[in-house]
């Protein structure tokens, strides 16, 4: 009688065990899923900020050009204006 009891109990463990393994692997398998979701999240997140600083760096380099452009014009210009004076000097 003993060894049946003791059967009952070993099975009823192993099905415990078995439906516990069943359940974690479905719950692994989800956080897995989760984890590459969030992980695809962030990258395109990422490539948006990266392709946003980019686009900064392009206007911020556009603008520095025309501001050298406008700076060379007028020391041109100054340079113009000393050469016509310093001839009708002269």
């Known amino acids: ?12 463990a192993a099905l415990t065990l078995s439906a516990c393994s069943e ?3 479905e719950n692994t398998e989800a956080t897995v899923d989760s984890m590459a979701a969030d992980a695809e999240t ?3 997140a990422m490539g948006a900020e990266v ?6 760096a392009e206007m911020a380099a556009e603008e520095g050009v025309a501001e050298t452009d406008a700076a060379l014009e007028g ?9 016509v004076t310093e001839a009708a000097v002269d």
Request: hydrophobic share 40%.
């Open 42 to 44: 962030n990258m395109d």
């Open 75 to 83: 020391a041109e210009a100054e340079m113009q204006d000393e050469t």
């Open 23 to 25: 359940g974690t692997e």
């Open 51 to 56: 392709e946003q600083m980019g686009t900064d």
């Open 1 to 12: 009688m003993r060894k049946i009891i003791l059967a009952a109990a070993a099975a009823g």
